[in-house]
């Protein structure tokens, strides 16, 4: 028992090296690439970020415009992937539609790729990036029964995935400035955290040298869970089952009870311990996109109570527990229209070009070794077998 350090959950443990994201959790700090989230938020598009996320420099105005019409000429799916949509019930989770669909594009993409040469590397994360919003709107317009739209990559990333979402061929549609910035923002804010449990996932799976795409589906499975990336869909469902404000008080109790498994979705995270600098921003989106769009959403107004009172609680104060990055962006998704069992998809698509980051720093380090976790065994002693089934 004495050989390994017993670190449950990986509180304390570092499982890699990574030039990739940089969080002090005490101070509410995360940089991309050494560049502070509030910038890259304000100044950034989410193209730019992904080129910086997976070259480690800001791209040039000529780099970027290549970038972007690399990505863009990708975004297209095999047209045999569509039948994959079919086989499920029009009532499944787009999350459970979207983590299938991505591990059957392993299938699209495995012999001609050579996961030692990193062009083949970077041609996988180009084309992961760039499907994602289709295969994401794909699950949406199949939910609701709509024709799938395919992709213009004459609009922005951001701008294509809307109307992919929300076109229909009968009718004409215009992406909404607003609402297609508050989106490119969602998907910056959402874009990297280093070593969190999908981003671990992905590292686990993809050191066996799996196929990308598959580690890529491990990583949307990880997300799913509410402690995760399924906490903006729990949030806006916990948002509208309390309703009002006057019914604040009775959450926040059974938030404190320790016999009752309620905890405030949206509040603390493992690694801050201070305001989490993703939820300050969404939280200035949120109100910039609920002035423009000139929506008067009764959430909101319980949002800000339920953030006011929990931030003077004692409970949540000694706990270090603030409001994180998902409080808010389902409040922004909601009043968009996008309806919350497509918060995590959204999560998920951002969140893409983080895992082929940290995929690809991974596989180009020649110490790589597989992921091999140890454990402290304590089951039964050796002892000997005698069958107790008649032969
Ligand atoms: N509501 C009520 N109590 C809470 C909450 C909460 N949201 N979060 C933590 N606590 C309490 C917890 O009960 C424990 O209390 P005690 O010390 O008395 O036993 C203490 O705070 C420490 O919590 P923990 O579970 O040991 O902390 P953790 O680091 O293992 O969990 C967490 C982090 C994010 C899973 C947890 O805070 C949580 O479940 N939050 C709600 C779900 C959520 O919003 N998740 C999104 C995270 S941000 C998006 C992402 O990056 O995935």
Redesign the pocket.
């Known amino acids: 028992h004495g050989y390994f350090t017993y670190d449950p ?1 990986f ?1 304390a443990t570092a499982s890699c090296q990574s030039e990739i994201t940089y969080i002090d959790g005490d101070l509410g700090i995360l940089l991309y690439r050494g560049y502070p989230i509030d910038q890259l938020a304000k100044d950034a598009n989410y193209l730019e970020v992904c080129y910086l996320l997976l070259y480690g420099e800001a791209p040039t105005a000529k780099q970027f415009e290549e970038f972007q019409r690399l990505i863009m000429r990708h975004t297209m799916v095999h047209e045999q992937l569509s039948s994959f949509f079919k086989g499920y019930r029009r009532d499944a989770h787009p999350m459970a539609i979207v983590c299938g669909v991505i591990a059957g594009l392993s299938a699209f993409y495995h012999d001609p790729m050579d996961i030692t040469d990193q062009s083949h590397r970077e041609t996988a994360a180009h084309r992961m990036i760039a499907k994602l919003p289709t295969i994401a709107a794909m699950a949406y317009k199949y939910s609701v029964g709509q024709p799938f739209v395919y992709p213009r990559n004459d609009l922005s990333y951001a701008g294509n995935f809307l109307q992919m979402m929300f076109a229909i061929p009968c009718e004409d549609y215009k992406v909404n400035p607003i609402v297609e910035r508050a989106m490119d923002r969602i998907f910056t804010l ?1 874009a990297d ?1 280093e070593q ?3 981003t671990s996932t992905v590292r686990l799976a993809g050191s066996s040298g799996a196929n990308p795409f598959a580690c890529i589906a491990a990583g949307i499975a990880s ?1 799913w869970g ?7 869909e ?2 806006l469902t916990m948002l509208e089952e309390i309703g009002s404000v006057d019914r604040i008080p009775e959450f926040i109790a059974r ?2 009870d ?1 016999d009752d498994p ?10 801050y311990k201070n305001f ?1 600098p993703r939820a300050t921003v969404m939280r200035d989106t949120c109100h910039e996109v609920l002035d423009d769009l000139k929506i008067e959403d009764p959430l909101l107004d319980v949002a800000m109570e339920l953030e006011r009172i929990a931030l003077s609680d004692p ?2 104060v000694e ?1 270090k ?1 603030y409001p ?4 808010y962006s389902g409040i922004v998704l909601k009043a968009v229209g996008i309806p919350s069992s497509m918060f995590t998809v959204i ?1 998920a698509l951002s969140r893409t070009v983080g895992w082929m980051s940290h995929w690809n720093e991974m596989m180009s380090d020649s110490k790589q070794k597989i992921g091999r976790p140890r454990q402290l065994y304590t089951g039964a002693p050796e002892r000997e077998f005698r069958t107790q089934v008649k032969k």
């Open positions: 959950g509180m959402h955290h969190n449990a999908s997300l509410p402690a995760h990336g399924g906490a903006n729990a949030c938030a404190k320790k309620f905890r405030l979705m949206g509040f603390g995270h493992r690694v989490d409970y949540f706990r527990l994180n990055v998902d409080f999560f």
